[in-house]
Every structure is written in C-alpha cells, then in structure tokens.
C-alpha cells in the first residue's frame, strides 16, 4: 500500500495520543478521495496491533505484523459492503460485534476498519453506534468518510473526528513532478479538479484517464455550437457519474467567470471553452444546469437498476432547448 508524505503529520499526532493513552476509542477520518486515508488507517492499525513497537513504528518482524502483512491477521477487522452491493447491512455489523466481545486471538489490540461509512444502511449504522457506546477492551475503530455530514449524528458523536486536509499547492505540485511526466498546467488543472488531493490528481492524470476528460471537453465544446447530443456517446460509458463531473467542474467554472471569479478556475487548462460556455449562458441558466446535471449523476448514484442511456437521454433534451440562450455575449 502507498505511503504518501503528507500522512506523516497526522500519523505522528495520531500514534502520540496512543502513546501519552489520550486516543479516542473511535476516529472518524473526513478525507476526500486520493488523500490516502486508507493508508493512514493501515499504518494505525499495524501499530496498534504491532507486539514490539519501535516508537512510532511498528516493528515489522512480530508474529502480528507478519500476519499484518499477508492480510490474515484475526484481530483487524475490515467492514465493508460485499462486492457488487453498494450498502453495508446490519447483519454484517452484528457479526463483527460478536467477534469483538471474544478475547482477541492475538492477545493484543482489536482493530476495526470501515473505509466507507456512508455505506451503512440506517439499521446498520444504529448497530454500530450501540457497540461505539460501550466499546469492548482493547478494541479501537477507524471510520472514514468524504461526507461525514451525511452520516447519523449520534454516530459522528461518538466519534473523534480528524480532518486530512489537503498539502499546500505547492508541495502537491511538487509531489506531482516526481510522479508524473504532465506538464505544469495539466497538472494545476487535475490538482484542482481533484479538491487539492494529490494522488486523485495523479490518478487524473493517467493517460487514459486524462483522454477521456478531453473527449468530454471537445464534445462539449462541438455541443455548444451544433447538436447537444454529441455529447451522448461521450457521457454513456462505464464512469458516467466521473464524466459528469467533469462536465459540472466546466459549468461551474462558467459560473465563476460570469461572477467575476475567473481567477480561480478548476479547469485552467480549458479557459477558452470556459469563456465559450459563458459566453452563450446566463448564470440562471448555468445555474439550473449544473443543478439539473448533480441531480442527474445523483441518481445514476443512487437509484438501482437505472436506465443510464436514457437518463442521459432525457437530460439532453431537456438542456437542448435552452441551452445556448444567449449566442454571442461579451464578458466584461
């Protein structure tokens, strides 16, 4: 699993806590996708389960870290849902819980990882949060979610919750240089596109990656002065909900152009489709778009079995009679 520097803060903080035993039962780590929360959890859990710590290090030769590492390690728990589901029920939850309530096999800590809360179904988050209340010995949970405001507020309560913000722009470029062979403005750009969070910048940034987010950019530009539907083919593929937001990232970009914010643009590697777009908009009309196309990725998100190709389809036409509204504007 990659380690990336900017875990090091955190880390050190977190296992200081353990140390001076000032650490919280249960963290909550509030991370946007790409900032590694995953790993930070990873390095946690080897140290608190570690048998010979090394300071802040877990030694890496105990009968507990070797077990660590091939990932058969009886006393960490992974709660996640199952493959192909996109929720996480209350029987899996109850099952770790009578797990915990036994003697740890390795007569060490008991950790539980749960890299995606959001995906707990009410009943399952209930269920957790009677175990967070009165937690068994020796036993510590990581959770980990994108929108911790989404999750219970009881279960948020319960928890220590630990912002990993984003490193400065300028050490995230610089971690992108050594990682990347992008250019300096596509690498601006995928930095942020991706909120500041570098490895979802670099991931952006693979070839294939990157080619499709052009695609999406050229079909809007030839929508803009033609058939809106050539952006159909470009959208209805496997990450349509990833397309979409890029095509959102452009509308907003818009946005902020017709307001005054052209400074600050995510896409600012694309500014002359961003000044086309505004150019043929209003912000009425930019802003019931962008709203019209959230509601439209939510819903590929959220609603089973949906129909993608129509979904698109139906968005489309909606947007064709209104969009351009204004051909021709000049942006003071």
């Not at 140290?47 to 105990?62: E, F």
């Not at 999750?151 to 400065?168: F, G, H, I």
């Not at 952006?204 to 929508?223: D, F, H, N, T």
Request: aromatic share 6%; net charge positive.
């Amino acid at each position: 699993m990659n380690w990336y520097p900017w875990l090091n803060p955190p880390y050190r903080e977190i296992i200081a806590r353990h140390q001076a035993e000032r650490a919280h039962h249960a963290l909550l780590l509030h991370a946007l996708p790409g900032m590694g929360d995953e790993a930070l959890a990873w390095g946690i859990s080897r140290w608190l389960i570690c048998q010979q710590r090394d300071g802040l290090k877990s030694c890496g030769l105990c009968h507990s870290c070797n077990l660590m590492r091939a990932g058969t390690h009886p006393d960490w728990h992974l709660l996640t849902a199952e493959k192909g589901k996109a929720t996480l029920g209350v029987d899996a939850v109850r099952s770790l819980s009578e797990k915990l309530w036994q003697h740890a096999r390795q007569g060490g800590a008991k950790v539980v990882w749960l890299p995606d809360a959001g995906q707990l179904t009410e009943a399952a988050a209930s269920a957790l949060l009677k175990i967070l209340e009165e937690p068994p010995a020796r036993t510590w949970f990581m959770l980990a979610s994108a929108q911790p405001e989404r999750l219970l507020a009881t279960l948020r309560s319960r928890c220590l919750r630990w912002y990993l913000a984003p490193p400065p722009q300028v050490e995230s470029l610089r971690w992108l240089q050594k990682n990347s062979e992008a250019d300096l403005n596509a690498r601006n750009a995928a930095l942020r596109l991706s909120g500041g969070a570098p490895a979802a910048a670099l991931s952006l940034l693979e070839p294939g990656i990157w080619q499709q987010r052009q695609q999406v950019c050229q079909a809007l530009s030839a929508a803009l002065s033609g058939d809106i539907f050539v952006l159909l083919p470009v959208l209805n593929q496997d990450n349509a909900v990833q397309r979409i937001d890029w095509l959102c990232q452009l509308l907003m970009d818009a946005l902020k152009l017709l307001q005054g914010g052209g400074a600050s643009l995510s896409n600012c590697d694309q500014q002359v489709l961003v000044l086309q777009i505004a150019s043929r908009s209003t912000v009425a009309l930019l802003d019931h778009s962008l709203r019209q196309w959230i509601t439209c990725r939510d819903r590929l998100l959220h609603v089973n079995a949906v129909n993608r190709e129509l979904l698109l389809t139906e968005r489309l036409l909606s947007g064709e009679q209104a969009w351009p509204a204004v051909a021709g504007r000049s942006i003071s």
